[in-house]
Every structure is written in structure tokens, then in C-alpha cells.
């Protein structure tokens, strides 16, 4: 497995790619829901691109040393959202698909809470790997060697407050 290392821009061009994508195939949606953490950002931007209303569903399967053991997948048990009512043709996003699972699982949790309120959902991540067992509708890139995925805010995961006092020097 090989690594790639993506820079804040990149990581924000492969959003606005991701966008327009979107916008391209003319598939209209009026909701928005991102998988966090790592589907927040790119659930952010979409958001506000389009001007649709944004819910988020917490959601975590890896932990272990530098979070890079996938374990059993937790689901939050609400979906944050300030709309009353789930819009009923959602776009859902993640940053990545790996192993497929927390796409089809909180997919399919969507559809066991709010089945009445959904017509229709479509996915949408920036890389999906080959190795997923789910295929998102929308991706930029297809990675078919399975890489490790650096991306910019990863900084966050390892470094201290302490350390960041010493780099701001205050």
C-alpha cells in the first residue's frame, strides 16, 4: 500500500472538482448530509456552494495507533441538523471510501430512521479505493492501488497543545 500526501490546496480543489461533478449531472438534491469526521469539510463547502441545508451524522471506525485500525463502526444516534424535517433527496458525502463500510451502513441507517422522509439519496466522496465494497455515486478519483490517505488536517490527530503554545511562541 503506497501513500498519498494531499496539501490544503489540493484537498480544496478535489472539493470544488467534486462540486461541479455534481452540478454537471444535473441531479437535484435539497439536503445535505455529511458523515463525521472527515466528511464534514467537504459537506461544509458543498453547502455552501449550493445553498442547501446541511445535517451531520457522527460516525467513527478507526482507532489503534495513529487511527489506522479499523474497528467496528459506531453510528451516532441522532442526525444533527437545524432544518425541522429531513429534505427528502439527500446527497450524502465522506471524504473517502474505503472499505465501503460506513457508506452503506450509515446509508442504511438513514433509511431505517427517516425512510418516510426520503425519496431518494446518492453519495458523494472525493477518493473511493478499490478495495470498497460500496461504490459512491460521485468520486474525483479512483484509486485502484488503495493508498494511505495523508490529509492536511491530520496535523490535528498528533500534535499537543502544549506543542502548539511552543510553534505560536506564546
Not at 429531513?86 to 474505503?98: H, K, P, Q, S, Y
Not at 431518494?120 to 459512491?136: D, G, L, Q, R
Request: hydrophobic letters at 40%.
Amino acid at each position: 500500500m503506497s501513500d498519498l500526501y494531499v496539501s490544503w490546496e489540493e484537498y480544496h480543489q478535489q472539493i470544488e472538482t467534486l462540486a461541479v461533478q455534481i452540478y454537471q449531472s444535473n441531479w437535484q438534491f435539497n439536503q445535505i448530509v455529511c458523515i463525521a469526521k472527515g466528511g464534514l469539510r467537504v459537506g461544509d463547502i458543498l453547502s455552501r456552494l449550493y445553498n442547501i441545508p446541511l445535517a451531520i451524522v457522527a460516525a467513527a471506525s478507526y482507532g489503534g495507533t495513529d487511527n489506522r485500525l479499523r474497528e467496528r463502526l459506531n453510528i451516532g444516534q441522532h442526525l444533527a441538523m437545524t432544518n425541522e424535517k429531513l429534505g427528502n433527496r439527500i446527497l450524502l458525502v465522506d471524504d473517502l471510501v474505503d472499505s465501503g463500510v460506513s457508506l452503506q451502513q450509515v446509508s442504511q441507517w438513514l433509511q431505517d430512521y427517516y425512510l418516510s422522509d426520503i425519496q431518494e439519496m446518492k453519495t458523494a466522496v472525493i477518493w473511493y479505493k478499490s478495495c470498497s465494497v460500496f461504490k459512491p455515486d460521485y468520486y474525483v478519483e479512483y484509486l485502484s492501488d488503495n493508498p494511505w490517505i495523508h490529509q492536511p488536517f491530520e496535523r490535528y490527530e498528533t500534535i499537543t497543545l502544549q506543542e502548539l503554545v511552543g510553534v505560536n511562541g506564546r
